[in-house]
DNA sequence: CGGCATGTTGCGCA
DNA sequence: TTGCGCAACATGCC
């Protein structure tokens, strides 16, 4: 599921179904989920609470409530909100529902997630999860100038400086691999050794080119990954772009494909 | 059966 | 104090 742009789109199916609705009914017994608050705790903030809006920061989702609560998600790497008809057997790999009514209507949205590495939090003030994120790239666009610094000042690989949640938020391995093909730069170069502020500038776009790509391809498929990423899980097959065959390396303990050929390394 | 997975966190060590 | 590498989390799927 996850990463800025299965997130936005997520956050959208909520504003649909959520923005303006009455909680009858909130439950969720996965105590894992809610840590470090508790289940209890989740029922206790929603029922008879009215949610107001819907953001999102990279990767989390906020839901704001008319009594000034709020509701944090983040989906981890397998969690997803559906909606269903109230009353409907619980989902697959359910493990919260709040039963709502909308203009007059019922129903009932449910998270499902099956390896449980998501969070669900009900709390009164934000998490330092979510003040600790950096700027949104597709929310709030990107900073050139901040950006270039980041990479700058360090030495760790490119590919592990972009998916630092505080340098940007929302962007994961997916994004960093397909965003880094487009910008032509090979994912091991190091920050403090890119040519700047042109490389800056060109990850930049690779990024937001990769995001846009993702939310239109999401929406036309919603389910399984429509085949358009360019090189993520491609190791071996021949580069779109030049048709060498592609490589894969581990960085930050996570596959990372490329091209040899076409992406430049800097050192 | 083995290996891999879109994310995050915590631990040990340099 | 900072950074790095890696295992762990829990489960599905190929």
Redesign the pocket.
């Known amino acids: 599921?996850?990463?800025l742009p299965?997130v936005e789109l997520t956050r959208r199916d909520l504003k649909r179904w959520l923005a303006g609705a009455l909680v009858t009914a909130a439950d969720t017994e996965d105590a894992?989920l809610s840590r470090p608050t508790s289940p209890r705790a989740f029922a206790r903030a929603l029922i008879g609470r009215t949610f107001v809006r819907v953001e999102r920061r990279?990767?989390w989702l906020r839901l704001d409530l008319d009594d000034g609560g709020k509701v944090f998600s983040?989906l981890?790497?397998t969690g997803g909100w559906v909606r269903v008809a109230i009353g409907a057997p619980v989902a697959r790999?359910e493990r919260a529902r709040i039963n709502v009514v909308l203009r007059g209507r019922a129903s009932s949205v449910r998270y499902v997630d099956?390896?449980?590495?998501g969070r669900l939090l009900a709390v009164r003030e934000d998490i330092a999860?979510w003040i600790a994120l950096g700027p949104d790239p597709f929310a709030d666009g990107i900073e050139m100038s901040r950006f270039s610094e980041a990479l700058a000042r360090?030495?760790?690989a490119v590919k592990?400086i972009v998916m630092d949640?505080r340098v940007f938020a929302g962007v994961?391995?997916?994004l960093a691999t397909e965003g880094l093909w487009i910008a032509r730069i090979d994912p091991r170069s190091r920050g403090n050794a890119l040519r700047l502020p042109a490389d800056a500038r060109a990850i930049a776009r690779g990024l937001l080119r990769a995001i846009a790509r993702e939310l239109a391809d999401r929406k036309r498929c919603k389910d399984g990954?429509a085949d358009s990423l360019f090189v993520y899980g491609r190791t071996g097959q021949p580069c779109p772009r030049c048709s060498t065959r592609l490589s894969s390396v581990?960085l930050?303990?996570?596959?990372t494909v490329f091209c040899r050929a076409c992406q430049v390394r800097r050192r």
Do not use: L, S, Y
Request: hydrophobic content about 25%.
């Open positions: 599921m996850p990463e299965d894992r990279g990767k983040h981890g790497m790999f099956a390896r449980r590495f999860d360090k030495r760790r592990e949640q994961g391995n997916i990954r581990v930050g303990g996570r596959t």
